[in-house]
């Protein structure tokens, strides 16, 4: 689309003026940043991004992420003046309202036309780097049908947050040419200028990251434009910084913190709009204008009906599985191999540790599903996420299925929900489960989202052993389901870990496997062909006799709860094991089902090699725990566990303290 310099000062003052509006109304938001990328945005979505606005879920559409999700108004505005349905002016009157589709950090639940869930910042930077892989992963896959770009604006403060650097160097290392950050170079942060906290040379930081690093002004329409498509033609990935002016248009903000983060205010709008040229009230938007908009949001329109018509051109084979991948469904025959796979692993009673039983069975599971695109932080024969016929991604050759992302958990994890976001992969990682709280702020962001992500996280416990506390979880769990919508699955054995991955496969919310070091036992050996591990928890094993005691453990534990049991039931005391593999999904349960469970046994004593946070609502307030109170010690795993009383007698010594030291 080719425009003259005027028209693209009136394309891009609109956005201006509808920003400064928006928030003005909603006497809250950050109209800085849309004003001072107004030109930016007006050149890449008038001549560059391939995105059809009455389709906004279309597979092959180029993506746009708004890592600096503060700047909401930015992505709302052009949404509105490219002619999306759902973004209608009365929308963005309602800015920062309840269930508008215009809240204030862009989420893409709520609004259509939205990749991702920003305003954590440097996030969608992560997110975008996901997209961009997944972009490459199935263009070799689907080649012809996935041939897109991933666009980023992103600010001072997402290049400022430690991910973005994680986010860099893996973009760089496998060379994502397809990925295009705009970093708005305004030089302006929430104390003031940057230069309070920051001297970073950001061209030279993304050269060094194996990157092309470009500069322009910002509010020069023919450099924007010069620049991506230099940026198009790079074998790598770039960075274009543009240097704007943030507030731009306002005679007293304008270059200023105080443009940033609150509405300009009614005088300066006025001057604001005398300084721009902008004689509309409002939220009028000139009729010429919006044309100009309106004929941009149509031009992807040839490239969409070419695509269909390759689309169709597929074999029905290939049309299904594409369609099928980017559904979410699984093939007909993922149930009964499951049930196949208990089966054959029920006939194996040898001991091996949960972490080797996510690998056995993630094996078939990435057989049945071939989109998923496994990974480890550095740890792959720890983690155990890379199975025998899985193979490496290299920047030469992304037919592989497994990501060597290095010690970059917090990538990692952000890249993980945009390629879930893109869609057509079932992305798994791998790392400790004590460092999860580097995946932390990505996790919440998934299960905000709602997306299919499996964090296998193993060395779950004090059974980590000789690396010592900084190495061994103890409120890891706790603190991972208490997020909302968040799976955290610790099966016992092998049949229960196959059961938890046919539930997170399932599933449209993030599942984190946390996975044992040390061997177990096989604690279910018959061939059920019901998922017992579906509601959450279940009896594993009755008492002879009405329950005097009730031992609920999860994972490694339930071991030491097994052996328990049958030291109580020797001593005349009936005892019943329940195994709780996901106490998230057991709280989803009926009340019926929950009561039936917790069963009425006298004494209740919940065993985890955890803090107790959580299990009150199983064992209640007045049951017993087993567990951790404080952080662990270096030392073979079998002594430490012993330290710490983390033991079958100590669970019949605390059942028999509260039965009066006798039967």
């Not at 890891?476 to 955290?488: D, E, F, K």
């Amino acid at each position: 689309m080719t425009v003259t310099r005027e028209k693209h000062d009136r394309m891009a003052n609109v956005i201006r003026a509808l920003a400064m509006d928006a928030v003005e109304a909603a006497n809250s938001g950050h109209p800085g940043l849309p004003m001072g990328t107004a030109d930016v945005a007006t050149v890449l979505f008038t001549r560059f991004l391939k995105f059809d606005p009455t389709d906004p879920t279309w597979p092959n559409r180029d993506r746009f992420v708004l890592s600096a999700g503060h700047g909401s108004m930015l992505i709302y505005s052009v949404l509105h003046l490219l002619g999306s349905d759902d973004l209608t002016i009365d929308e963005l009157k309602r800015f920062r309202q309840l269930n508008s589709k215009t809240p204030g950090h862009p989420e893409n639940f709520m609004t259509p036309g939205v990749e991702t869930t920003t305003g954590p910042l440097g996030q969608g930077l992560g997110n975008a780097v996901g997209m961009a892989l997944a972009e490459r992963i199935l263009a070799d896959r689907f080649p012809g049908i996935i041939d897109h770009h991933t666009y980023v604006l992103a600010s001072d403060g997402d290049l400022m947050e430690g991910i973005s650097q994680e986010a860099i160097g893996i973009a760089g290392h496998l060379k994502l040419n397809k990925l295009i950050v705009l970093w708005d170079d305004n030089g302006i942060s929430i104390d003031g200028p940057l230069s309070l906290s920051d001297s970073v040379d950001q061209i030279m930081r993304f050269q060094s990251a194996g990157w092309n690093a470009l500069r322009v002004d910002g509010h020069d329409p023919e450099a924007i434009a010069a620049a991506i498509e230099e940026a198009k033609r790079s074998d790598k990935p770039t960075m274009i910084a543009c240097k704007t002016v943030i507030g731009f248009g306002s005679p007293a903000k304008a270059g200023k913190s105080a443009a940033h983060g609150s509405p300009l205010g009614a005088a300066e709008i006025a001057a604001t709009r005398q300084a721009l040229g902008w004689e509309f009230e409002p939220f009028d938007i000139p009729s010429d204008v919006r044309d100009a908009w309106r004929i941009a949001g149509l031009q992807s329109k040839k490239a969409r009906t070419a695509w269909d018509e390759r689309f169709a051109a597929l074999d029905a084979e290939t049309r299904a599985e594409f369609n099928r991948r980017f559904a979410r469904e699984l093939p007909a025959r993922f149930t009964e191999n499951m049930v196949k796979l208990k089966e054959k692993v029920g006939a194996d009673a040898k001991p091996v540790a949960t972490r080797k039983s996510g690998e056995t069975v993630l094996e078939t599971v990435a057989e049945l599903l071939p989109e998923i695109v496994s990974g480890s932080a550095d740890l792959t024969g720890s983690n155990n996420t890379r199975t025998k016929t899985m193979k490496p991604i290299t920047s030469d050759d992304f037919s592989g299925n497994f990501v060597h992302w290095g010690i970059r958990e917090h990538a990692m994890a952000a890249a993980m929900n945009g390629m879930a976001l893109h869609g057509g992969i079932l992305p798994v990682s791998g790392t400790f489960l004590v460092f999860s709280d580097y995946c932390r702020p990505s996790i919440r962001l998934a299960a905000l989202m709602g997306l299919r992500v499996v964090h296998v996280m193993t060395h779950d416990s004090i059974g980590v052993g000789e690396d010592g506390p900084t190495h061994q979880p103890v409120e890891h769990l706790a603190a991972l389901r208490a997020i909302p919508n968040v799976l955290v699955f610790r099966p016992a054995d092998t049949v229960e870990t196959a059961e938890c991955w046919d539930v997170a496969a399932r599933q449209s919310r993030p599942s984190v496997f946390a996975l044992t070091r040390q061997n177990l036992p096989l604690v279910r050996t018959e061939g059920e062909e019901r998922n017992l591990s579906a509601r959450g928890a279940y009896e594993l094993r009755s008492a002879d006799g009405e329950a005097r005691v009730s031992l609920f453990a999860s994972g490694s534990e339930v071991e030491l709860a097994l052996e328990a049991q049958k030291e109580l039931e020797r001593r005349g005391i009936p005892t019943r094991v329940v195994s709780v593999p996901c106490m998230d999904l057991f709280f989803e349960q009926s009340a019926e089902y929950r009561a039936e469970v917790i069963g009425r046994a006298q004494i209740k004593i919940g065993v985890e090699a955890a803090i107790r946070m959580g299990w009150d609502s199983i064992i209640g307030h007045d049951g017993d725990f087993v567990g951790m109170t404080g952080f662990g010690a270096s030392g073979p795993y079998k002594e430490v566990y012993e330290l710490f009383g983390i033991t079958n007698s100590a669970i019949v010594t605390k059942a028999m303290a509260r039965l009066g030291g006798n039967a």
